[in-house]
Structures are given as structure tokens and as C-alpha cells.
């Protein structure tokens, strides 16, 4: 993994940290306090990579299919 990475909308330097993550979707929202990410020096702008899309895309497609559980209810 890389140590360093720039912003791709200051140009500034990005540095190893964590950054809260939330979404709305259709029936809940949901807000992640902490999430591993490049985060911005300059500007702030958080940046997540690959594999914490992948798990936050993993986790709200659970999320889908529990929340259609609960809200889906055949008389
Ligand atoms: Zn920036």
C-alpha cells in the first residue's frame, strides 16, 4: 500500500486516516463514525479505497435484503 497520495481536487497531500461515512437509502440510513480512508491535509476531502467500498457496498446490500424482511410483510 501506497504512504502517500494526492488530492485529486487540491492537489494537496492525503495521509492514512479515518473518516465517517454515511448514506441514505430507500427505508434507512446509515452513518459509519470511523471509517479507514485517505484523508485529505489541505482540503479535508476523504477518500476511501477499494476495499473498504467493497465491504461498505457488501454490508448495505445485507442491510437491502433485512430491510425488505422487515418492511415486506404478506398478509
Ligand atoms: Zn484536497
Redesign the pocket.
Known sequence: MKDAME?Y????K?VKGNAPFSVDRHGYHIAWESIFAWV?T????ALFEENEVNHIQNALQQVDRETVALTLRVA
Request: hydrophobic fraction near 20%; aromatic fraction near 0%; glycine fraction near 18%.
Open positions: 488530492c481536487l487540491c492537489k494537496g492525503m485529505c489541505q482540503c479535508g476531502e
